[in-house]
Structure formats: C-alpha cells, structure tokens
C-alpha cells in the first residue's frame, strides 16, 4: 500500500505541478500565489522550530536517557552512523548549498527517487512558466497532454483510496505492536514521545485554528474532521509523500479548495513545509 502510493508521488507533484501553473492566466498571479505561500510556510516552520526548542530545554527529556546499557541491532547501528555522517556532511556545507540542490543536473535522474522531489519540483514550476509565457497556440497539446496526464494519475489515487481503510489499519497496527513493546528504557522513551506529542499538540490546537480563523472562514473542528484520513495515514506512514495523494483528494474533494490552488500549493508544502519534521 505504502510502495503503491510512492509510485505515485513524482508523477503526480509533477503533472499537478504543470497544470497547476499553466492554469493561471499570468506570472504576476503566479507569483502572488507563491509569494504567499512561501511565506507562510517559512512563518510556520520558524514557529514549529521555536516550539521544539522551547520545550527540549524546557523539558530535558534525554537527560535520564542511560547510554550505557544501549544495545544496537547491526541495522540501528548502521542507521545512526548514517545519519551522523549525513549531519557532519551538511554542517560544512555552505547555508546557501539547498539552492544549489534544489535545481536538478538531470531531471530523469532527480525523478527516479522520491527525496529529490524539491528537485521535480523546480523543473515543473520552471516548465509551467515557460508554457504560460509562450503563445497558447504553440503549447496547446502540450497543455492537453499534461491535463490528460493529471486526470489519470488522479485516476490512479482514485483507485489505490480503495485500499486505504485496509492499508492504514495494517499500518496503524504494526506501529501499536512496536510501540507497546516492553523495555527498560520505557520510562525515559515515554518522556520523550510525551515532548514531542505536547509540541505537535500546541501546533495542532494553537497554531494552526489561528491561522485558521484568521485567513479563511472554515471552522477548525469541520476542517480537522475533512483532513484526518490524511493525518492518520502521514501517523502511519511518517511520509509527505505518500500522505500527499490523500491530501489533495481531502482538500478537493472535502474542503472546497479549488484544483488551480491544491495542484500548486500542496506538492510544494509536501516538500518544504514540514512543520512536524522541524518541530521534531
């Protein structure tokens, strides 16, 4: 279920993406839409960062953590010093190195894998542009062959949303079975998860109704009930990218987000609005 909704992912940023563009009339609306919604996710990210640091040393939640008595599976062990030596990689790089990354040497090559999506991104903001700013008459199947497209993956979503009660519930119970393991680091493990869920929930509860109430008109309990079959499946799955899909059907479908607005603004959020991730 998880690698059907992976497959999807690149496709579907992509297509959405170009028609999302190439829907608007002109650059100057493109570039209000953008412009608001870069800022907003910057805003929120910045919030979920403070959030995260207030509480961890607030809370101290690793300060019981007993290192000593740690074992590593072979797996975990070289999990961590992964990631370690990625961290190390990224603290001598330069601040301004993501831009260079986010632009693609060979966009087959950034398609082929789900975490170069910012990369896919870039291409498909830069093709819609150059197609709006062309005469209409030069790019008109163009723009037919990339609606065609989109109404198929959609099509696909459609069909893989079939599966998705079964699919979650698989997911949702495998995570039940490994977090209820029993363990001798429990209490300080809990205490943890607990900094966590509490940052999460000042985000959930204060954070976002704010905005809420400010920019739209939506009550935020009607807005949490059309949005949780996402919520639960990006708790199951812990991907942007495969909660994506749902996403969009939700905020279509349940929210009154118009396509032209969905198919631009959520594949971009998908990427670079990990409010949880950060605050994480």
Known sequence: FVNLLKLIAVPLVFASLIKGVTSLSDISKLSRIGGKTISFYLISTVIAVSIGLLLVNTVNPGID?????????????????????????VKQESPLQ??????????????????????????????????????SE???????????????????????????????????????????????????????????????????????????????KVRYFYFFKAISPAQMLAFSTSSSAATLPVTMERCEDHLGVSKEISSFVLPLGATINMDGTSLY
């Open 98 to 135: 993501f831009l260079i990354d986010i632009i693609p040497i060979n966009i087959f090559e950034a398609a082929s894998s789900n975490g170069n999506m910012l990369q896919v991104i870039f291409f498909a903001i830069l093709f819609g542009i150059s197609i709006v700013m062309l005469p």
């Open 65 to 89: 953590f007993d290192k000593d008595n740690i074992t590593f599976t072979q797996d975990s062990q070289e999990g961590t010093t992964k990631k370690i030596i990625a961290a190390e990689v």
């Open 138 to 216: 030069k790019t008109i199947y163009v723009r037919g062959f990339f609606d065609g497209v989109n109404d198929i993956i959609l099509k696909i979503v459609d069909l893989v949303m079939l599966v998705s009660p079964y699919g979650v519930f698989a997911l949702l119970g495998a995570l039940i079975v490994d977090f209820g393991a029993s363990s001798s680091l429990f209490i300080a493990l809990a205490k943890y998860s607990i900094t966590v869920v509490v940052g999460l929930l000042l985000m959930i509860f204060c954070i976002y109704p704010l905005a809420i109430k400010i920019f739209t």
